[in-house]
């Protein structure tokens, strides 16, 4: 690659351009790109940089096609006499249309690793109109500044100095990685209006919930949080109060005026409000029946409740099925067992009926623990605002859990991924009292390894239990686990580290068929570093299609594009999510123990692509025998090599992750 000088006309002293370079998705004819070599024009560089390329002046905002050249610049500065040039890849649209989401450059080419950074042009809801193609004789000439050429793209792309030691094999390789990840109907015909949706209790802090504002954003929705007086969106000056529109202060305690008041909210409003969102499991059937009162889109609220019950829950899907009792309160125990004709069948399960994180589930080798377990239960929600005391008995299936996640329109499914869940200490736990042993999640594999054919077997009847309970329509996270599985547990001969096996003569399985045996359906998006998980490896926005449906079917055009994966539904790498728990109790005095830690070791940066901790400084730290479940981080690892090396980089998290205590 020869370069020339800018041409002055071009206003870009800070780079200097090459030559063009014209592509057409294979898949159609979505856009087309210009590549540009840049590099800074001296090697001391010490250039002098034209006044669109400073941030100097606040009383206007940088332009992003301005701003992805600083980017470039700031690379360079940064990359030293050994790389001194790069790519610039502008993006331009072969048709036209609106856009379903202007941020989507960004969201799918997240994680490639040629790529050094990505800049969409667009505002929310931008219409795009079609750019012609540069003749070729026009070389490197831009007559009407190449700036401004740049502008009229959809988006740009910075690729990595390190990338282009053969530059050529580099743009082949990145025109392959925008086949894959562009191939969906990023433009609908129809113009978009900007809508606004209530989200009823906005999540605890921004660690937690960040990407679900950015996609409201990025879609052109404008949200009112609702939630409790104090919270950290209410504060109008505040540093993320440009995320919502307004933040109203209401109890959102799920008693027995929490329906209205939301209905007051919305009815008092004194803007236009086209839907309501929630994600909190004990607020979604209230939230659908604030809906139905208020005739906003919703799935009907009763789906909301079986679903939010776990007894009901079971008794749909099994309604004469052995070893399964729901009761009332603990006083119904005896009689149930005194009352059954069936010798139950240990170990059994118990958790109550309401609940999450799998709070309070025990499993039980004999009677004794399972009174213990029951009276445990019952009492867990007894006193909270939404009060109950029912508790679940069912029998301890002991084949491989797995997570489902589903996105689902009038009855079918257009996205579903799989991921392994792995045993949990409650799982390894042998029999007799074990205070420490739980359910709570250990560490997450996507995708799942299990045989293809127990994968659709699990999707197709998921899918029908959800339709069952209720629901044509929305974004589930399913838990479940395969009775007589050909997969189980063991040691790896390479490594030694626990992973799922196949084998086509499991001597543990039965002779029947694989089944699904359902835990529970969460009718929200999985939780949050799972979500942005399944974003990262496929491309899929979990929270960006929950918005879309809370506004009905006149966005289904945009939920069926938003719910297609990269290119052949297969991820961009090996993700596991890793739940490190606490090892003892205290005041947390470590500012934030993930980022220590991969300071501490910067290698590691590669592999891990997304982290959230729970647990910052001042926070009570809760031990591993207290009642309650509690985590001090995730840490979500990554390998473009194997399963194995997934398996090996989360390892290595476990036993390098630490935390300080206040007075250790």
Same mark, same amino acid.
């Given at each position: 690659?020869?370069?020339?000088?800018?041409?002055?006309?071009? &206003?870009?002293?800070?780079? $200097?351009?090459?030559?063009?370079?014209?592509?057409?998705?294979?898949?159609?004819?979505?856009?087309?790109?210009?590549?540009?070599?840049?590099?800074?024009?001296?090697?001391?560089?010490?250039?002098?940089?034209?006044?669109?390329?400073?941030?100097?002046?606040?009383?206007?905002?940088?332009?992003?096609?301005? !701003?992805?050249?600083?980017?470039?610049?700031?690379?360079?500065?940064?990359?030293?006499?050994?790389?001194?040039?790069?790519?610039?890849?502008?993006?331009?649209?072969?048709?036209?249309?609106?856009?379903?989401?202007?941020?989507?450059?960004?969201?799918?080419?997240?994680?490639?690793?040629?790529?050094?950074?990505?800049?969409?042009?667009? !505002?929310?809801?931008?219409?795009?109109?079609?750019?012609?193609?540069?003749? &070729?004789?026009?070389?490197?000439?831009?007559?009407?500044?190449?700036l401004n050429w740049i502008a009229r793209g959809v988006g740009g792309i910075v690729l990595?100095?390190?990338?282009?030691?053969?530059?050529?094999?580099?743009?082949?390789?990145?025109?392959?990685?925008?086949?894959?990840?562009?191939?969906?109907?990023?433009?609908?015909?129809?113009?978009?209006?900007?809508?606004?949706?209530?989200?009823?209790?906005?999540?605890?802090?921004?660690?937690?919930? +960040?990407?679900?504002?950015?996609?409201?954003?990025?879609?052109?929705?404008?949200?009112?949080?609702?939630?409790?007086?104090?919270?950290?969106?209410?504060?109008?000056?505040?540093?993320?109060?440009?995320?919502?529109?307004?933040?109203?202060?209401?109890?959102?305690?799920?008693?027995?005026?929490?329906?209205?008041?939301?209905?007051?909210?919305?009815?008092?409003?004194?803007? +236009?409000?086209?839907?309501?969102?929630?994600?909190?499991?004990?607020?979604?059937?209230?939230?659908?029946?604030?809906?139905?009162?208020?005739?906003?889109?919703?799935?009907?609220?009763?789906?909301?409740?079986?679903?939010?019950?776990?007894?009901?829950?079971?008794?749909?899907?099994?309604?004469?099925?052995?070893?399964?009792?729901?009761?009332?309160?603990?006083?119904?125990?005896?009689?149930?067992?005194?009352?059954?004709?069936?010798?139950?069948?240990?170990?059994?399960?118990?958790?109550?009926?309401?609940?999450?994180?799998?709070?309070?589930?025990?499993?039980?080798?004999?009677?004794?623990?399972?009174?213990?377990?029951?009276?445990?239960?019952?009492?867990?929600?007894?006193?909270?605002?939404?009060?109950?005391?029912?508790?679940?008995?069912?029998?301890?299936?002991?084949?491989?859990?797995?997570?489902?996640?589903?996105?689902?329109?009038?009855?079918?499914?257009?996205?579903?991924?799989?991921?392994?869940?792995?045993?949990?200490?409650?799982?390894?736990?042998?029999?007799?009292?074990?205070?420490?042993?739980?359910?709570?999640?250990?560490?997450?594999?996507?995708?799942?390894?299990?045989?293809?054919?127990?994968?659709?077997?699990?999707?197709?009847?998921?899918?029908?239990?959800?339709?069952?309970?209720?629901?044509?329509?929305?974004?589930?996270?399913?838990? !479940?686990?395969?009775?007589?599985?050909?997969?189980?547990?063991?040691?790896?001969?390479?490594?030694?580290?626990?992973?799922?096996?196949?084998?086509?003569?499991?001597?543990?399985?039965?002779?029947?068929?694989?089944?699904?045996?359902?835990?529970?359906?969460?009718?929200?998006?999985?939780?949050?570093?799972?979500?942005?998980?399944?974003?990262?490896?496929?491309?899929?926005?979990?929270?960006?299609?929950?918005?879309?449906?809370?506004?009905?079917?006149?966005?289904?055009?945009?939920?069926?594009?938003?719910?297609?994966?990269?290119?052949?539904?297969?991820?961009?790498?090996?993700?596991?999510?890793?739940?490190?728990?606490? $090892?003892?109790?205290?005041?947390?005095?470590?500012?934030?123990?993930?980022?220590?830690?991969?300071?501490?070791?910067?290698?590691?940066?590669?592999?891990?692509?997304?982290?959230?901790?729970?647990?910052?400084?001042?926070?009570?730290?809760?031990?591993?025998?207290?009642?309650?479940?509690?985590?001090?981080?995730?840490?979500?690892?990554?390998?473009?090599?194997?399963?194995?090396?997934?398996?090996?980089?989360?390892?290595?998290?476990?036993?390098?992750?630490?935390?300080?205590?206040?007075?250790?």
């Amino acid at each position: 690659m020869g370069s020339v000088a800018a041409d002055p006309d071009a &206003h870009s002293e800070g780079m $200097t351009t090459l030559r063009q370079r014209s592509l057409t998705n294979a898949s159609g004819p979505r856009y087309w790109c210009l590549d540009l070599e840049a590099g800074l024009v001296n090697e001391g560089f010490t250039v002098a940089e034209p006044e669109d390329l400073h941030h100097g002046q606040e009383d206007r905002a940088v332009p992003a096609h301005v !701003a992805l050249l600083q980017d470039a610049i700031t690379l360079l500065s940064c990359a030293g006499r050994s790389n001194s040039t790069t790519v610039i890849r502008i993006v331009y649209a072969c048709a036209q249309g609106f856009v379903v989401r202007c941020d989507f450059l960004e969201r799918r080419l997240e994680g490639c690793e040629i790529v050094s950074s990505v800049t969409s042009f667009l !505002a929310p809801l931008t219409e795009v109109s079609v750019v012609p193609t540069r003749e &070729h004789s026009s070389n490197n000439t831009f007559s009407d500044g190449l700036l401004n050429w740049i502008a009229r793209g959809v988006g740009g792309i910075v690729l990595r100095p390190s990338a282009l030691d053969r530059p050529e094999a580099a743009l082949e390789r990145l025109d392959v990685e925008m086949q894959k990840r562009l191939t969906f109907p990023w433009l609908v015909s129809r113009p978009l209006p900007r809508q606004r949706v209530f989200w009823v209790q906005g999540r605890q802090n921004i660690e937690g919930s +960040r990407r679900a504002y950015e996609a409201a954003w990025a879609l052109g929705i404008d949200v009112v949080v609702l939630d409790q007086p104090g919270h950290w969106l209410e504060d109008q000056s505040g540093p993320y109060a440009y995320l919502r529109e307004a933040f109203i202060p209401v109890s959102v305690d799920v008693d027995e005026g929490f329906i209205q008041r939301i209905v007051d909210a919305v009815r008092s409003y004194p803007r +236009r409000v086209d839907g309501i969102v929630s994600i909190s499991d004990a607020r979604l059937p209230g939230v659908a029946r604030a809906c139905e009162i208020l005739g906003l889109p919703t799935s009907p609220s009763a789906a909301y409740a079986i679903a939010g019950n776990k007894g009901a829950t079971r008794l749909l899907e099994e309604p004469n099925g052995r070893s399964q009792f729901v009761i009332n309160s603990p006083d119904e125990l005896g009689s149930v067992l005194e009352q059954s004709k069936i010798q139950l069948s240990y170990p059994l399960i118990v958790k109550p009926i309401t609940g999450w994180n799998s709070d309070c589930v025990a499993k039980c080798s004999d009677e004794t623990e399972l009174r213990a377990a029951v009276l445990r239960a019952s009492s867990r929600h007894a006193n909270s605002p939404n009060r109950s005391t029912g508790v679940v008995i069912e029998p301890y299936i002991d084949g491989p859990e797995v997570d489902a996640n589903f996105v689902l329109l009038n009855g079918e499914v257009l996205f579903c991924d799989i991921t392994d869940d792995f045993p949990c200490t409650g799982d390894l736990a042998s029999v007799g009292p074990q205070p420490a042993a739980n359910f709570m999640e250990t560490l997450m594999d996507v995708p799942s390894a299990l045989p293809e054919a127990e994968k659709a077997m699990m999707r197709d009847s998921l899918r029908q239990s959800i339709l069952r309970q209720g629901f044509q329509s929305g974004v589930f996270h399913c838990e !479940a686990r395969v009775r007589h599985s050909k997969a189980y547990y063991a040691p790896r001969v390479d490594n030694g580290i626990l992973d799922l096996h196949v084998t086509e003569k499991n001597e543990t399985a039965a002779v029947e068929e694989p089944s699904c045996y359902l835990h529970e359906v969460n009718a929200r998006p999985p939780g949050y570093i799972n979500t942005v998980a399944a974003m990262l490896a496929y491309g899929v926005d979990y929270y960006a299609i929950r918005l879309l449906l809370s506004l009905g079917a006149q966005e289904d055009d945009r939920v069926r594009s938003l719910a297609q994966p990269f290119l052949g539904g297969e991820p961009q790498y090996t993700l596991g999510i890793t739940v490190l728990q606490p $090892t003892r109790a205290g005041i947390m005095a470590s500012e934030d123990a993930v980022l220590e830690m991969m300071d501490n070791n910067p290698w590691m940066r590669e592999f891990i692509v997304d982290y959230q901790t729970c647990k910052r400084k001042g926070d009570t730290v809760q031990g591993p025998d207290y009642g309650e479940l509690w985590c001090v981080a995730y840490v979500t690892v990554a390998s473009r090599t194997s399963r194995k090396e997934c398996l090996e980089m989360v390892q290595w998290v476990r036993e390098h992750f630490t935390y300080q205590l206040e007075g250790e």
